[in-house]
């Protein structure tokens, strides 16, 4: 066996020990007697109403991707897109590797043309839009909304968002006078304007979403306040340290509900409920991949 192998056998081991270990913890915590009334008082209008967030922000991620990959004159359907989005998407989550579905969606796009670096790079720019679209939403809601966090937390949170931001805005307007290199056209200004617009969209409606599951399980939690937690949730959830998010979401959310007075029982559901969504929405794509195989 090679050292790649080894290598990666040994990150996808870290990765189960980080989401089972979480939630090993956050179980042995719990009151299921209180974990079991929270569930049995589930409304399900507002479980519907967060599965149509996502759905909703899984349309708007194939279409920032459409219009990255526009700035290259690569044209296709938008459906074209959201297919591959899903059917990335699905590989992700069904198999604990973030570039599996990331390498799945550069591939099929390379192989209808687009240049292997700019395929990769789409994907790159893509994340990293999203990643910016929850540096804004933070860079608002933490100077009025994010006392309950602990102070050195928070002033390492308010260095990084606003260096983030910063940073961006210096690489896309300063690009354009270093390099007359095509490659770089969908990250700079004026054409980024509206994938970071997309980004900070969906970004508002993955906040919507666990407003939704929360009024599911009837959780008195101010509206506001997800605008600060939900965000870096979202961020720790993307990094490449669990299986789909799993644990550190509920980890996460868990600590900052503590914060507020709330016990572990409302993060441990709330973001169980937000890993079903999470399976729910990968179907389409394995549809989308099963169905490409048959053909």
């Known amino acids: 066996m090679d050292f790649k192998k080894?290598?990666?056998?040994?990150?996808?081991?870290?990765?189960?020990l980080i989401s089972f270990g979480i939630l090993f913890y956050l179980f042995y915590k719990t009151d299921f007697?209180?974990?079991?009334?929270i569930f049995s008082q589930i409304r399900p209008f507002y479980y519907f109403l967060a599965l149509l967030c996502v759905m909703s922000f899984q349309s708007l991620v194939a279409l920032r991707w459409k219009i990255i990959c526009g700035g290259?004159?690569?044209?296709?359907?938008?459906?074209?897109?959201?297919?591959?989005?899903?059917?990335?998407?699905?590989?992700?989550?069904?198999?604990?590797g973030i570039v599996a579905g990331d390498a799945l969606r550069s591939f099929f796009v390379y192989k209808e043309g687009?240049?292997?670096?700019k395929a990769t790079f789409s994907v790159v720019l893509d994340r990293a839009f999203g990643l910016l679209g929850i540096m804004v939403i933070l860079a608002l809601s933490l100077p009025f909304q994010s006392a309950f966090l602990p102070s050195k937390f928070r002033f390492f949170l308010f260095l990084i968002?606003?260096?983030?931001?910063?940073g961006f805005l210096l690489i896309s307007l300063s690009l354009r006078y270093?390099?007359?290199?095509?490659?770089?056209?969908p990250l700079l200004f004026p054409s980024s304007v509206m994938p970071l617009f997309i980004g900070l969209v969906i970004q508002i409606l993955f906040v919507f979403q666990f407003m939704a599951l929360g009024a599911s399980l009837n959780l008195p939690l101010k509206e506001?306040?997800?605008?600060?937690?939900?965000?870096?949730?979202?961020?720790?959830?993307?990094?490449?340290?669990?299986?789909?998010?799993?644990?550190?979401?509920?980890?996460?959310?868990?600590?900052?509900?503590?914060?507020?007075?709330?016990?572990?029982?409302?993060?441990?559901?709330l973001g169980l409920l937000a890993?079903?969504?999470?399976?729910?929405?990968?179907?389409?794509?394995?549809?989308?991949?099963?169905k490409g195989r048959g053909q």
């Open 6 to 16: 080894i290598k990666s056998r040994l990150l996808l081991l870290f990765r189960f």
């Open 33 to 37: 007697a209180k974990l079991k009334i």
């Open 72 to 96: 290259w004159n690569f044209r296709q359907p938008f459906f074209y897109f959201f297919r591959l989005y899903l059917m990335g998407f699905s590989l992700n989550t069904l198999f604990p």
């Open 114 to 117: 687009l240049d292997w670096k």
């Open 161 to 166: 968002v606003y260096a983030s931001l910063f």
């Open 178 to 185: 270093i390099t007359e290199k095509d490659f770089f056209r």
């Open 224 to 269: 506001s306040l997800y605008f600060v937690i939900i965000p870096i949730i979202s961020f720790l959830a993307a990094l490449p340290l669990s299986i789909s998010g799993l644990g550190v979401r509920e980890g996460t959310l868990s600590y900052f509900l503590y914060l507020l007075k709330y016990p572990v029982e409302y993060g441990l559901s």
């Open 275 to 290: 890993y079903s969504l999470i399976l729910l929405s990968a179907l389409p794509g394995i549809f989308f991949y099963l």
